[in-house]
């Protein structure tokens, strides 16, 4: 496998060489737990928590533990040694099976916002954090179960989590972090070796399943939601010794002569979390969850459920079947929802602040954050040193051209660096120039008649506006790959190795990380993994649209 970015760049890290050791041989730290108040209670059975920001919870064991899949490059970030036999104790911490002395599992209580509507106290129903460890950054990160049994937020459920969902996450998730788009992890992904019952296409039909589990990783997986539960149940103390600990330990920078700055800490919550809606709009992923127990207030993504990417550029597609009917987290709703979900913490952060109006500036600056880095990513993406007020009519042009035929988001926009502006001959034939786009379109009645012409006249326009940018074209074609990824975690791709997966076969999940670990570079030798969507995948559940069932 080759090596990524972080790799490379922790080598010149003081820690960086030192060897990777087992993990069990970590020391282990539980900074949380220990500064934050507990729910006295100590069993798994579902309720109501009070006063407290987690519940002590012992993940439940599962009966053949078997290590499917293991990201080396955050192995390596984290410094653990990968377990290489088939009974290791490393894999019977990851799969819920063996706690180590030290580690002080949890549950973290939270509430949030599902579908616009307040739904009261939700909490990790299936996830189980572990411990903290130290990386070789001397990053905090949290090690968390997910599907590792039930505890006092499962409701109804059984907190367990099937194994496509899991692989799904597994590969999405460092699929982001190869995109340099701020993430949760993921370390190992484990087949416990017990069916979970699930009823996928919600029609009455349940079925066993096959069990996963998945150990994230992250900073940590505080959402929104953490902070709602308190102010909803009127605990303003607990809520200002969260936000307090929040602060404290993962926004220094808030820090005002040594007291948490509550409105500097809101502004960056707004801005990551700008920056971060952006980058999914970059590349063209649509979360498909976006309740506010799902927006992390790190400004990460979270929760990798019914995600999906865009193929042909719709704003109202959403790949959630949940959503079908009202498209709330379509693509193209993104931005203004995480602006509702910002308006919702902000309305939970009210009683840390003697008036609204620092609360009021930080949703602006969401919105001036978020405005400016679309204009500069959009530049990017076009190969512009900056969008003016004249490129207006060329923008609108082109994007009601994507919508208009079924037009690969992802293969356009990479594809637009490949025109020969610099060679006149090749820029008069028609035929020719629509040449560089073609493999974008899903219909190929979309190459003939008078769309092909308008896409045609579109280029004449786009190039003709190229000519007049100063920079470079290697310059320019080196930015613009950088903003336009060749690969991106098609929906079908994870089909494809979920299928592989059920027979046995791993090789599909790993030729695909493989490839995903370098998005941008051009890869000619993978150029089927960067191809439109092929038409067995339209309406194949599980490549074009899925439910909540996970
Ligand atoms: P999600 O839609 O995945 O963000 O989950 C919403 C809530 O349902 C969270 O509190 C989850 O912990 C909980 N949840 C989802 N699936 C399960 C499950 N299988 N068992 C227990 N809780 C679950
Ligand atoms: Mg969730």
């Not at 798994?44 to 064991?61: I, L």
């Not at 079925?207 to 992250?218: D, K, T």
């Amino acid at each position: 496998m080759s090596q990524d970015s972080d790799v490379h760049s922790s080598s010149s890290h003081p820690f960086a060489n030192q060897p990777a050791i087992d993990l069990c041989d970590f020391s282990f730290h539980n900074k949380f737990i220990s500064e934050l108040p507990a729910d006295p209670i100590q069993n798994n059975k579902p309720r109501q928590v009070s006063q407290a920001c987690f519940s002590h919870v012992e993940p439940t064991p599962v009966p053949e533990p078997r290590l499917l899949a293991w990201s080396e490059s955050l192995a390596h970030q984290l410094g653990i040694l990968r377990p290489l036999v088939v009974h290791h104790p490393t894999l019977d911490v990851l799969c819920g099976n063996l706690v180590m002395p030290g580690m002080r599992p949890y549950a973290a209580r939270y509430g949030g916002h599902q579908f616009g509507h307040w739904a009261g106290q939700l909490g990790d129903g299936r996830a189980i954090t572990l411990t903290e460890i130290m990386d070789r950054f001397s990053q905090r990160q949290e090690l968390q179960l997910k599907g590792a049994g039930p505890t006092p937020y499962s409701r109804t459920a059984d907190g367990r989590a099937v194994l496509r969902s899991s692989v799904r996450e597994f590969m999405c998730s460092e699929a982001m972090h190869y995109l340099d788009i701020p993430t949760t992890r993921a370390l190992s992904l484990v087949d416990t070796g017990a069916m979970v019952v699930r009823d996928m296409f919600y029609d009455g039909n349940p079925i066993p399943e096959p069990g996963a589990v998945v150990c994230r990783v992250a900073p940590s997986f505080i959402r929104f939601g953490n902070f709602q539960i308190l102010a909803a149940n009127g605990e303003h103390d607990l809520l200002k010794r969260l936000a307090d600990y929040v602060i404290i330990n993962y926004f220094p920078e808030c820090m005002d002569q040594g007291l948490p700055s509550y409105e500097q800490w809101f502004h960056e919550v707004c801005r990551r979390t700008a920056v971060l809606v952006k980058e999914w709009m970059r590349v063209g992923f649509v979360h498909g969850v976006m309740n506010t127990d799902n927006m992390s207030i790190l400004g990460l993504t979270i929760d990798y459920g019914p995600y999906g990417w865009l193929e042909s550029y719709e704003p109202q597609w959403t790949p959630n079947t949940t959503d079908s009917a009202g498209r709330r987290y379509c693509y193209g709703s993104q931005p203004q929802i995480a602006h509702w979900n910002l308006l919702q913490l902000a309305n939970t952060l009210y009683p840390l602040f003697v008036n609204k109006t620092p609360l009021e500036n930080g949703l602006a600056l969401f919105v001036k954050t978020y405005e400016q880095e679309w204009s500069k990513t959009l530049a990017d993406k076009l190969g512009f040193l900056e969008i003016t007020a004249d490129d207006e009519s060329l923008l609108i042009d082109l994007f009601k051209l994507l919508e208009a035929e079924e037009t690969d988001f992802t293969i356009f926009f990479r594809k637009l660096a490949t025109l020969p502006v610099d060679h006149q001959s090749l820029l008069n034939d028609d035929r020719e120039l629509l040449k560089f786009v073609q493999s974008a379109f899903y219909i190929d009645a979309a190459l003939t008649g008078k769309h092909a012409d308008r896409v045609v006249l579109w280029l004449r326009r786009y190039i003709a506006r190229i000519g007049k940018e100063k920079r470079s074209t290697i310059e320019r074609v080196a930015i613009m790959n950088r903003a336009n990824p060749k690969y991106v975690f098609r929906n079908y791709l994870a089909q494809l190795a979920i299928d592989a997966l059920a027979l046995g076969d791993d090789s599909v999940l790993l030729d695909t990380m493989h490839v995903l670990q370098r998005p941008y570079d051009e890869q000619p030798e993978f150029e089927r993994y960067a191809e439109r969507r092929p038409e067995w995948a339209r309406h194949r559940a599980g490549c074009s649209a899925l439910s909540c069932s996970s």
